[in-house]
């Protein structure tokens, strides 16, 4: 849909140092930025602004894992089949492998036999390898039934996780998550591989106490070599980027560049054609993280997982092969799905210009696994709340007990778990399950509910959102004079980051004259476009094929992000349009 271009309001910059240009100034304090200590990206700082004994539960957590390390008890990590949930798994893993363990595993969820997190199923297989402790990581707030079953099977649990809870909280031995009641960690934004980032932070700081390291003979570990797993989920779960998550990611961005990374990484910025030394946070989002989500989407994250544990390059390198054959399919799945979807939108009469409230859609032959991305693709184009249902299990053809699982994206002014939890109380028995963010959710419903679902939605969501809700607008940073269009600004711009959810890049607008447009890979539209004599290279993606090329056109309003294009050895500014239209 259409979208209207808003320019950010000045606002004051006197709090930030001069020695930064007023241009990136001002990018910062529109983004929130509150001091100048918010600039300081370090490892240092990060631990005199938060400490990890801040999390509450932590104390429980330190000293029964503690407790395990001297016992030597089994311990299997529970995972989730994303990248969050992926790269939480194996941080917990190396992690005790440098703490001296070598009696532990992992267990991640198939989505399509079991979903989501610590399920009584998934208890009973930890039970098979003789699990005496469970750690969930990424999940475990809302699976009360996994956790009792577990405690009824003698086997501590300590939960780590960062969801919202609901109103019941397991009966965990120790609980970690920044959003649980009464917890004062400052951050509440952390990601699921966060949290577990902490817990390992705090265990060091807590065996070092009991002088744990000495008595067995053990190295005290470089907590820090975790990072780069750390920035890759906290980036790819699209979780909020406050200062805390900043320096995390940072941290993590400059192992990477300097060659302190695992193999697994190292070969997943190969397979997606990465410079390593130049990587940058947007390149988990849309590069690295999409792959290794394409094990959990489409077949096993354990790929994933395994990819990420790989002790050397070559194996490594095979695995993340496999994994971007996983993500070509997973791509071209997620087309089909989306171009169907719009279809069924069409045939309700629904287009840009009358549109509900809130869009929910469900087909029985959709994969369970790409929902969530096509829900997400549908809420950018359309600016609406939206839920994607797939049926839970393929076989399962009777109406009556048939269940469909549902992926929801929401807008701002909008907070999508909250709405599901009133839906629920509303309607006792219409969801079966539910849990999730402000921004993302999961659900699972009755086949046979989902018109009384649907109409639900849509009604409550008209009443929760404001009419400006609705519109769908791009918050610029204003007009980028031609001066500044440089590869030096465009490194200037980079090195200011990280850039992502809620501290986003920065965007600029501007009119342009028209000088070339062609149509490559068949729907991105290559620009060259001219401003005060000075000539630069555009590209956009996915545009309206039908549209453009516009041969009419001679000028054009771009919204545009400022990048370098490397090629054959050649850096060039390129502007990443984000919006196009004549102007």
């Known amino acids: 849909m259409s979208k209207k271009i808003i320019r950010r309001a000045q606002v004051s910059t006197s709090y930030l140092p001069d020695s930064l240009p007023e241009i990136i100034k001002q990018i910062y304090a529109s983004r929130g930025m509150q001091s100048a200590d918010e600039l300081e990206l370090n490892v240092a700082h990060l631990q005199g602004m938060v400490a990890e004994t801040a999390l509450m539960g932590m104390d429980n957590a330190c000293q029964l894992l503690h407790q395990a390390l001297l016992n030597k008890t089994r311990i299997i990590i529970v995972g989730d089949f994303d990248a969050d949930g992926a790269t939480s798994t194996a941080l917990m893993i190396t992690a005790l492998n440098l703490f001296g363990s070598n009696n532990h595993d992992f267990i991640v969820p198939n989505r399509f036999e079991y979903g989501y997190g610590l399920t009584p199923e998934i208890v009973d297989i930890a039970a098979e390898q003789k699990a005496e402790m469970l750690i969930t990581v990424d999940n475990g707030i809302s699976c ?25 909280l397991p009966i965990a031995d120790a609980i970690v998550n920044p959003n649980q009641h009464g917890c004062n960690f400052p951050s509440k934004s952390l990601a699921g591989v966060g949290v577990a980032f902490y817990l390992m932070l705090a265990l060091r700081k807590y065996c070092r106490e009991q002088n744990y390291f000495a008595e067995q003979g053990v190295a005290e570990p470089n907590i820090a070599q975790l990072l780069d797993l750390v920035a890759l989920g906290t980036v790819a779960d699209v979780v909020s980027l406050d200062a805390n998550n900043r320096i995390l990611v940072e941290q993590g961005l400059k192992r990477i560049r300097a060659g302190k990374t695992r193999p697994g990484i190292q070969a997943l910025i190969e397979i997606a054609n990465k410079n390593q030394q130049r990587l940058v946070a947007s390149d988990f989002g849309f590069a690295l993280g999409p792959r290794i989500n394409a094990a959990g989407r489409l077949d096993d994250m354990a790929y994933g997982i395994n990819c990420l544990l790989a002790p050397d390059l070559s194996s490594a390198r095979v695995m993340a092969a496999e994994l971007d054959d996983l993500n070509k399919t997973r791509r071209e799945i997620e087309q089909g799905m989306q171009q169907e ?10 287009d840009e210009e009358n549109l509900p409230n809130a869009i929910s859609l469900f087909q029985a032959d959709w994969h369970q696994g790409v929902i969530g991305i096509v829900a997400g693709r549908l809420k950018e184009k359309f600016h609406r709340p939206c839920i994607v249902f797939a049926k839970s299990k393929e076989d399962d053809t009777d109406f009556n007990t048939a269940e469909i699982k549902g992926s929801a994206r929401s807008i701002p002014g909008l907070h999508i778990r ?86 986003p890049e920065p965007l600029f607008d501007d009119t342009f004259s028209l000088v070339q447009q062609r149509i490559v890979g068949e729907k991105h539209l290559k620009l060259v476009v001219e401003k005060n004599g000075k000539v630069f290279d555009g590209i956009a993606f996915n545009v309206d094929v039908k549209a453009w090329p516009n041969t009419q056109a001679k000028q054009v309003h771009l919204a545009y992000r400022i990048d370098v294009n490397e090629f054959r050895g050649k850096r060039t500014v390129q502007l990443m349009i984000e919006d196009l239209r004549t102007a």
């Open 144 to 168: 009360i039934a996994g956790v009792k079953r577990a405690k009824d099977l003698n086997m501590q649990v300590i939960v780590t996780d960062h969801h919202l809870p609901g109103h019941v």
């Open 341 to 350: 979807a719009e279809r069924v939108l069409t045939s309700l009469n629904f």
């Open 418 to 503: 909250d709405l599901l939890e009133h839906i629920d109380s509303q309607n006792p028995g219409l969801i079966s399950k539910f849990g999730g963010h402000a921004m993302a959710a999961g659900l699972t419903i009755k086949q046979q509910d989902f018109e009384k679902f649907q109409q639900e939605f849509d009604r409550l969501a008209g009443k929760w959102l404001k009419p400006e809700d609705l519109d769908s607008i791009i918050l610029s940073d204003g007009e980028l004079s031609v001066n500044l269009l440089t590869l030096e600004f465009a490194e200037k711009i980079r090195d200011s980051g990280p850039w992502g959810q809620n501290f």
